[in-house]
């Protein structure tokens, strides 16, 4: 059997009891179970593996998410620690010759559209393959 696996600084919502503590909370999973330590004095809730369902863990630039479903309510664990283990994050990208650096956009922002050059090269491929004479 192997020692469960500890995490500290989530939040949680909904509260897993009516005005019940959402913060802070500490998990703790082992292979039986995924265990809720939550609020000052701590309240520990216990779930089985099994009675969980809809498991996902996503990953945040700052920041990670832990959904579960249990007994039909959808709960959502939040861990705002910044990830340290992407270097991404830190890594210097050169800038571009001739071109200042936009200021950050607020609100909606419209993606370009792309224009699509597709068939444009499918016709040079074959006519290159043609006059290579390559099928």
């Known amino acids: 059997m192997s020692a469960p696996l500890r995490s500290d600084g989530w939040s949680v919502r909904p509260s897993f009891v009516p005005h019940g503590a959402v913060t ?3 998990l703790l999973a082992d292979e ?6 939550a609020g000052v004095p701590t309240v520990a ?25 249990a007994a039909g ?11 340290t283990s992407s270097p991404a994050r ?3 990208r050169p800038r571009r010759r001739g071109r200042a650096p936009s200021p950050p956009r607020r ?4 993606r370009a559209r792309r224009v699509d050059r597709g068939p444009r090269r499918g016709y040079w491929v074959v006519a290159l393959s043609q006059l290579l004479g390559i099928e």
């Open 45 to 69: 809730w216990q779930t089985p593996w099994s009675e969980l369902s809809n498991i996902q863990f996503v990953r945040f630039a700052r920041g990670m998410a832990l959904f579960a479903t």
């Open 24 to 26: 802070p909370v500490t």
């Open 107 to 110: 609100g909606l922002q419209r």
């Open 32 to 37: 039986n179970a995924l265990t809720q330590l």
């Open 90 to 92: 830190h890594r210097h």
């Open 73 to 83: 309510v959808r709960y959502c664990w939040r861990n705002p620690a910044e990830m």
